[in-house]
């Protein structure tokens, strides 16, 4: 059964510190990989989507790596700050066009 | 990036009701649309894909004949709960792929839609 793991569940943080978020999948053999963020009582954006030929993926203060092999991904927030607080949701893909399967989030809480 | 619209955002209805639900890719078309389900502090659980012109996709589990999915066109999928029960209450959410080149693996998710059975 194709799964996907993401701990911790939740995760509180100063402002200011560089944190990792991590996500792991049973089935190694997967198309991409994406990251989304979901405010609560809001939809997802997505933050960065990896596929599976590359090892990485940055924008801003955010590094996705990704390593097939050991069936993981992490997601680096480099200096947070207060309005990074939200659910951070991993998903993959397996085939082109296919469905998501996603993760059961990490709730992030960002104090001032 | 593309734009998914849910109307409506919140519902509360009485039990044994149907509510329906719309999604619309406002500035793209969207050939197949995804209806997500997500119960408080869990992941989504993707309940059927929809496609354009053609019968929905269900999930494993997911009854077909009470989460009624039309996609008419192009740009609207509706999710209909047929004789809703508290149960049902949940957040649902849809996603549309953008099909244009360059985009086929994006997905963009709509706001959600809130539905509370009395």
């Known amino acids: 059964k194709q799964e996907v793991t993401q701990i911790p569940a939740a995760l509180s943080v100063p402002e200011g510190e560089n944190l990792v978020l991590n996500c792991s999948f049973t089935d190694s053999a997967i198309y991409n990989l994406q990251w989304f963020r979901q405010d609560p009582g809001k939809g997802l954006t997505s933050l960065l989507l990896?596929?599976?030929?590359?090892r990485e993926q940055t924008s801003g203060r955010l590094n996705a790596s990704l390593d097939k092999s050991s069936g993981r991904s992490t997601l680096y927030i480099a200096a947070s700050q207060p309005g990074d607080s939200a659910t951070y949701l991993c998903?993959?893909?397996?085939?082109?066009?296919?469905?998501?399967?996603f993760g059961q989030g990490t709730e992030l809480s960002v104090k001032p | 990036g593309a734009v998914v619209s849910q109307h409506p955002s919140r519902v509360i209805c009485k039990s044994g009701t149907s509510v329906k639900i719309e999604c619309r890719s406002l500035d793209f078309q969207a050939t197949t649309m995804f209806w997500y389900r997500q119960f408080p502090k869990q992941s989504l659980m993707l309940m059927a894909t929809?496609?354009?012109?053609?019968?929905?996709?269900?999930e494993q589990g997911v009854e077909k004949d009470k989460f009624l999915i039309n996609h008419a066109s192009l740009t609207l999928s509706t999710l209909t709960v047929t004789s809703a029960h508290p149960e049902d209450s949940s957040f649902y959410i849809c996603s549309a792929r953008d099909y244009r080149v360059g985009n086929r693996e994006t997905q963009y998710f709509g706001p959600g839609t809130r539905l509370l059975v009395l």
């Open positions: 990896i596929q599976s030929s590359q």
């Open positions: 929809s496609n354009e012109g053609s019968k929905a996709t269900y």
């Open positions: 998903a993959v893909m397996y085939n082109q066009g296919g469905k998501l399967i």
